[in-house]
């Protein structure tokens, strides 16, 4: 009996991926903002979705303080990652695979569709498709050295005082990496 992947289950759902987003570099966030990020999203379905990814681990109620009689709460990032690993995608159907790569590229147009409102979008965007010729051992090693290559971009950039961070600007890399469909090993015959 395949096993279910929690986290996929909790995370690739449009709403819940875009709560995490919001969440992303360390980033602390009361449900006011996320209401004010999220406009789209009815009130009582933001709170469903902020209490799934709580009570799966992936977002983590940082604080608590009283606001008008109410409990306002900041989250952030939680123990665990918001991230579908190997391991997960192996006990994932070809269904439920499917549909969490589907749900993957519809947050990527979301954003896209977003931020092409924007005055200098096409400065900042780029986009392309690359083969590389790998083992599983290089994986790991590729996965590392981009790691150290984008450490230094990771964190928010200090103010320079004259309305940005020395002309810098918040850019999301989005990565997908499958094999070559051309390139699929030819299934082994017994003579």
Do not use: N, W
């Not at 409990?71 to 579908?84: S, Y």
């Not at 400065?123 to 590389?132: A, H």
């Not at 990771?154 to 990565?175: E, H, K």
């Amino acid at each position: 009996m395949r096993k279910t992947s929690p986290i996929a289950d909790v995370v690739m759902h449009p709403v819940r991926l875009r709560i995490v987003q919001q969440l992303g570099e360390g980033r602390r966030v009361t449900t006011s903002d996320l209401r004010g990020a999220l406009p789209d999203v009815a009130q009582a379905t933001l709170y469903r979705h902020i209490a799934a990814l709580v009570d799966a681990g992936i977002v983590a109620v940082v604080d608590e303080r009283r606001v008008r009689g109410a409990v306002e709460r900041t989250f952030a990032l939680g123990d665990r990652m918001a991230h579908v690993d190997h391991d997960e995608l192996r006990e994932m159907g070809e269904r439920e695979l499917q549909q969490s790569f589907l749900t993957f590229l519809a947050h990527l147009g979301e954003d896209f569709d977003r931020a092409s409102a924007g005055a200098d979008f096409r400065e900042f965007l780029g986009f392309g498709q690359v083969r590389l010729h790998v083992g599983t051992d290089d994986l790991s090693r590729i996965q590392a050295g981009l790691g150290e290559l984008l450490a230094p971009y990771l964190a928010p950039q200090v103010d320079d005082g004259q309305g940005g961070a020395s002309g810098r600007r918040t850019v999301m890399l989005s990565t997908v990496l499958m094999p070559d469909p051309a390139d699929q090993p030819a299934p082994f015959s017994a003579s």
